[in-house]
């Protein structure tokens, strides 16, 4: 008990004020059943003008047939929208209408979900809550907006829910949740002319993405699956303020634009060079539109940028003709919001001839339990445990208590090093060295300090990836020769790999046990 308290009061130590604050209030409005009352009156909206710069992935079926993070359900007679027999973030999904914007969808089917959901409203449960809204209006918007479709029972629903939302802003969170509930405020505010939405989603925007947009253009939650959708609503309120254009807009586009063109250059430089992106923290495929299609999006919109230094993230790409190396230096991010961070410091990732080699593991559930926990932990990632505990304190879900921080970073044109305090408890310390050529990669973990310790690293494999073994170390592919120095044992463990949602593969992951010295040299034959 006391060491869970320990650890919670870790966990607030780097919370601000106001998240306190709004974590108190949001909690008593649930306790004691708190509703506000909106009024039904609203502006007439005007005719925007919109048309879709890409779409969403594909969601919706037809005939009630939906599948939302690779799981497929079918309504067989009216559709559930408080549907809670799968999960939370299904029913989320459900909720966000992304299915409205996606390729094949027609005006007619469309029209029809949002009037079944016009029906239920007044019982919908999680879909009122402000994420699932904040994609709602943008979605709804833009689809109304697209068909020139004019209807008051959909205008009242999108008055409504922006109303609820501009009252339950998530300050409580903070992060990607607040912006998203900025953009939506935006989208309101052109829809229905409204100067107030204006004047409060120019503030939250304005403020959120130059705080939370890094020198080097990455998102500050370090996730690069958020920062492609980010990016995406971005875009999206950059093209709806071109497409509508108003004088008092044109300082928060060009705001936009610049933050645009920023966030563009650091996912083309984190990307690998087949649009793929590295699974770091909470990222997975099929959940946004891929990374060339985003940045084809932006150059659509006039978006120039330069190539982005990587910094501030923490995150380095080694680009070499064989190969691409991905390596993550950084700190925990961002310090108040770690929601979707891993105990992964020194975590990196290699693709060979643009095919993965070593990967992150991945995610496949943000639902609380042991694969969530797993799926966080430092075992889960391509770096050094010591004594089997994690480098920084994920738990909860959506938590972290204590965390390493970065010390005594070094670069080079060929090198990289640092060390972590991760494990200080122990009064121990890990550095670790990348140094690169053009057909070598020498990876050099130390454990800094005189007390005992059971240090062990983990390289995971890509499930199409074959190793045998040979000599005093493996052959990958027939054609990489991986050699461990110094490792007290080496064994060939399972894991399971998630590249997206509810999806995992078997494959194969090497665990090294080392006591305070290893290398690990990677040769490109």
């Known amino acids: 008990m006391w060491n869970k308290f320990i650890v919670l009061l870790n966990t607030i130590y780097y919370l601000k004020f106001v998240q306190i604050l709004y974590q108190v209030l949001h909690r008593l409005r649930h306790i004691i059943g708190y509703k506000r009352k909106y009024s039904n009156a609203y502006k007439k909206t005007i005719q925007l003008k919109w048309n879709d710069g890409i779409s969403n992935i594909k969601s919706f079926n037809g005939n009630n047939k939906f599948i939302f993070i690779n799981i497929e359900y079918y309504f067989e007679e009216d559709i559930e929208w408080n549907c809670s027999h799968i999960n939370k973030l299904w029913n989320y999904n459900l909720n966000y209408f992304d299915y409205l914007n996606q390729r094949d969808i027609t005006k007619e089917q469309g029209l029809s979900l949002m009037l079944d959901f016009s029906v239920n409203y007044n019982e919908i449960n999680y879909g009122k809550d402000s994420y699932p809204t904040s994609l709602r209006i943008i979605n709804w918007v833009k689809f109304i907006a697209k068909h020139r479709i004019i209807d008051e029972i959909l205008y009242k629903i999108i008055r409504e829910d922006a109303q609820r939302l501009s009252k339950n802003l998530e300050y409580h969170l903070l992060g990607n949740h607040l912006l998203e509930n900025g953009y939506a405020l935006w989208f309101a505010a052109h829809f229905f002319d409204d100067a107030y939405y204006f004047k409060l989603s120019k503030r939250i925007i304005t403020k959120q993405l130059d705080e939370q947009v890094l020198k080097d253009g990455g998102h500050f939650e370090l996730s690069p699956m958020y920062h492609q959708l980010m990016l995406y609503r971005v875009l999206d309120c ?25 966030m563009s250059a650091w996912l083309e430089g984190v990307s690998y060079n087949s649009g793929a992106i590295p699974l770091v923290n909470d990222s997975a495929d099929g959940v946004n539109p891929d990374t060339n299609t985003i940045l084809g999006y932006s150059k659509s919109l006039g978006i120039e940028w330069n190539q982005s230094q990587l910094l501030d993230s923490g995150y380095r790409m080694v680009r070499r003709e064989q190969y691409e190396l991905f390596i993550d230096v950084g700190e925990i ?11 992964d410091t020194f975590n990196f990732e290699l693709y060979i001839n643009n095919r993965p080699c070593f990967v992150d593991t991945g995610i496949s559930t943000y639902d609380l339990g042991d694969l969530r926990s797993n799926e966080r932990s430092t075992r889960s990632h391509n770096t050094v445990t010591i004594n089997d505990r994690n480098s920084s304190e994920v738990w909860g879900g959506f938590r972290v208590g204590k965390r390493a921080r970065i010390i005594n970073l070094v670069e080079f044109p060929q090198s990289i090093e640092a060390m972590h305090d991760g494990y200080k408890n122990y009064r121990l310390n890990h550095q670790r060295k990348w140094e690169w050529s053009e057909n070598e990669i020498v990876v050099t973990d130390r454990i800094i300090g005189n007390n005992s310790r059971k240090a062990k690293a983990y390289f995971h ?65």
């Not at 991010?333 to 105990?343: D, E, I, K, R, V």
């Not at 494999?461 to 461990?484: A, R, T, V």
């Open 238 to 262: 950059t093209r709806l303020a071109q497409l509508n254009p108003c004088d008092s807009n044109f300082q928060t586009l060009c705001n936009l634009k610049d933050k645009a063109a920023e």
């Open 461 to 525: 494999l890509h499930p199409e990836i074959s190793i045998q073994k040979h000599n005093d170390g493996f052959i990958i592919n027939d054609n990489i020769e991986l050699i461990m120095r110094n490792a007290s044992l080496i064994k060939i463990t399972d894991y399971e790999y998630a590249r997206e949602f509810n999806i995992r593969y078997a494959a194969k992951c090497i665990e090294v046990g080392f006591d305070n010295h290893l290398i690990t040299k990677i040769t490109i034959g």
């Open 333 to 343: 991010g961002a310090s108040y919001q770690p929601g979707h961070a891993h105990a």
